[in-house]
Structures are given as structure tokens and as C-alpha cells.
Nanobody, 117 residues
Framework: QVQLVESGGGLVQAGGSLRLSCVAS????????MAWYRQVPGKQRELVAS???????NYVSSIKGRFTISRDNAKNTVYLQMNSLKPEDTAVYYC???????????WGQGTQVTVSS
């Protein structure tokens, strides 16, 4: 079992920055890929960025150059640094962890990010 707890969301003006954190606990040695997703009401949850255990990253095109995903394996934590935020970045942001030998990923409870214009 892996538990994920996100933090760092909040209300920010357009152009501002936020840093999201996701701390994993439990069977953290089995965690491989970690990722951030976001969801707005009425829409599907979408991938924002992902990072493998060795640090390889992938970003959705809409946030490239503005967001940076990173992870600290020693602290079992993944981060999402969000700069130059736009109102369309408003969403609930969820942390995900893929683990070895398990098809279904683990999800955090989500943290709200609201960007005002």
C-alpha cells in the first residue's frame, strides 16, 4: 500500500507561482513513475507532468516552460513548481504513483489550485 498526500495548493493571481508537494508513505520502495494530474468540473482528469524514478520527465504541451516536475526519492516526495500561472490552470491537482507489479496506480486526495485574473 502507498499513501499520497498533496499540499501547496491555494489562490494566486495570474502570473504568480505555486509549488505543490506530494509525500508518499507506505511501500515507497515499489514506486516507479510519479505524476501530477488535474481536473476541472465536468472534464476528464488530464496528465500535467510525469517523472520516472531515474528523473526522466514528460509534460503536457500547455504547461511546457511554465511548470517543472521534480522528485526527491530520499524524501519520497514529488514536486510541481508552477510559474506564470493562468486562470485556465485552475483545477484540482492530483498526485499519482505507479508501483511495481500493480496495474492500478495510487492517487492522492487532491489539492485545489485557483488562479484569479
Amino acid at each position: 500500500q502507498v499513501q499520497l498526500v498533496e499540499s501547496g495548493g491555494g489562490l494566486v493571481q495570474a502570473g504568480g507561482s505555486l509549488r505543490l508537494s506530494c509525500v508518499a508513505s507506505g511501500s515507497t520502495g515499489s514506486i516507479d513513475r510519479m505524476a501530477w494530474y488535474r481536473q476541472v468540473p465536468g472534464k476528464q482528469r488530464e496528465l500535467v507532468a510525469s517523472i520516472s524514478r531515474d528523473g526522466s520527465t514528460n509534460y503536457v504541451s500547455s504547461i511546457k516552460g511554465r511548470f517543472t516536475i521534480s522528485r526527491d526519492n530520499a524524501k519520497n516526495t514529488v514536486y510541481l513548481q508552477m510559474n506564470s500561472l493562468k486562470p485556465e490552470d485552475t483545477a484540482v491537482y492530483y498526485c499519482l504513483a505507479n508501483v511495481a507489479f500493480r496495474t492500478l496506480p495510487y492517487w492522492g486526495q487532491g489539492t485545489q489550485v485557483t488562479v484569479s485574473s
